[in-house]
């Protein structure tokens, strides 16, 4: 499935496990035309099918761009990169020795997902490091005369985080760093998991995106937000609150899951089957390790629990 977001700009659902609207890749088009995001591994053959239907076939592709390195964004990168020998793939510099070497990312990977690993995201496919293209800050690849995608280091959710705009239309492609929004959800959620979260770093990234005043962001989890500015605002309140919240439970020696969950949860009425597209992909537990980490990064070991009764 897909669809035209803009001239030259193709949103390509990856359908992760299947799903509907959870996980996107997006095609530029152009005479050397670039993939951002590939899914996960198991959702290449959905990716491959869309590609070949807009008419993109082994050789034409010119590069792959990954915002970051977690599984559902990168985890289809080495069978991509096979079936598109000429592809250049682009990567953070902290993220590049993992795609040329993944057995430490699936080792934790394994670890963090247990079954979901094989059935729902798959592993991660070495690529060859020849094939491999270090993205620093401000870097620019060209998809075609006058249209570049511009990189911008933006960590926060991940240190390998960057997000990539583009010069002809205007969007930003934004990976996780402003949240999560499934569209039949209709909620935009913080995604501060381990290891990496850091709240400073990810609203100064925030703030990056604002200064480049985007015509659109462009989400993995998913599509397009309506009224970028606006969204963007909402995804640092998001973020600073969430994270008080945590950090309250926290120093009272509570539950932060439970904290957030009472303060944050999905509205009773939405469907089950996207309360599980949610709770799997960003749920509240995850987000409380990434928080719990940060806070004990930031302060040291929490405060003693609450007296027994």
Not at 132 to 142: S, Y
Not at 242 to 251: D, L, N, P
Request: with cysteine; proline share 7%; hydrophobic share 45%.
């Amino acid at each position: 499935m897909s669809r035209l977001l803009a001239p030259g700009v193709v949103e390509i659902d990856t359908l992760l496990g299947g799903w509907e609207r959870v996980t996107a890749g997006y095609l530029i088009e152009g005479p050397s035309p670039l993939l951002v995001e590939t899914g996960s591994q198991t959702s290449v053959p959905a990716l491959l099918a869309a590609l070949e239907a807009h008419g993109v076939a082994a050789g034409d592709l010119a590069a792959v761009a990954v915002t970051h390195i977690h599984l559902d964004h990168a985890g289809g990168v080495g069978d991509v990169a096979r079936a598109f020998p000429r592809a250049t793939v682009y990567v953070h510099e902290k993220g590049a020795r993992h795609l040329a070497d993944p057995s430490r990312l699936v080792s934790s990977a394994a670890m963090v997902y247990g079954d979901l690993l094989d059935s729902l995201y798959g592993r991660l496919e070495a690529t060859p490091a020849e094939r491999l293209h270090v993205l620093h800050d401000g870097e620019e690849i060209v998809v075609g005369p006058g249209r570049v995608l511009t990189t911008i280091e933006s960590p926060g959710h991940a240190k390998h985080h960057l997000a990539l705009m583009d010069s002809d239309s205007g969007l930003l492609f934004a990976g996780d760093a402003a949240g999560v929004r499934l569209p039949d959800a209709g909620v935009l959620w913080p995604a501060t998991p381990p290891a990496d979260f850091d709240l400073e770093l990810a609203c100064r990234s925030l703030q990056r995106f604002r200064d480049r005043n985007p015509a659109g962001v462009a989400l993995a989890h998913y599509g397009l937000l309506p009224e970028p500015m606006a969204m963007l605002d909402e995804a640092e309140d998001s973020l600073r609150r969430w994270a008080a919240t945590a950090e309250a439970a926290w120093r009272q020696g509570r539950d932060i899951a439970q904290a957030l969950e009472a303060e944050y949860g999905l509205p009773a009425d939405i469907d089950p089957d996207t309360r599980e597209r949610m709770q799997t992909l960003n749920g509240v537990h995850a987000n409380a390790a990434g928080l719990r980490m940060w806070l004990e990064r930031e302060h040291g070991e929490p405060p003693p629990g609450p007296p027994a009764h």
